[in-house]
């Protein structure tokens, strides 16, 4: 990771985290508690999130300037995880992150 600048690694870190938050946080909190935890709209959105996360990260680590493109997108879906997480319960950890991902993948996009 030597050649990317320390504001991509900084964005590839937070990609990784979210997509392993929301991935976890779906699969285990949001199951156990059940209810608006598991609404299937919430559920997919949560997924599709670790999903972009990821591959925003991957885009990132390949060094293709499509990156801007995934990052956009990124930063987009993190915000609606973010707003979908705030309104339930034990969901704090999932908004941070969601949150600081939407930030950083959005300079990336610019």
């Not at 508690?33 to 997919?44: F, N, S, V, W, Y």
């Not at 991957?58 to 705030?86: D, K, V, Y």
């Amino acid at each position: 990771m030597e050649h990317l600048s320390p504001e991509m690694r900084a964005c590839i870190e937070a990609c990784l985290r979210c997509h392993s938050t929301c991935l976890s946080m779906a699969m285990g909190h949001c199951l156990e508690q059940g209810g608006a935890h598991t609404d299937p709209e919430h559920l997919r959105l949560m997924m599709a999130c670790a999903e972009i996360c990821q591959t925003s990260a991957n885009m990132m680590l390949i060094g293709t300037p499509h990156h801007r493109h995934t990052c956009r997108e990124c930063a987009e879906i993190c915000e609606e995880c973010a707003r979908s997480c705030q309104q339930l319960d034990g969901m704090e950890a999932c908004v941070e992150d969601c949150r600081r991902c939407a930030e950083s993948c959005a300079k990336m996009a610019a």
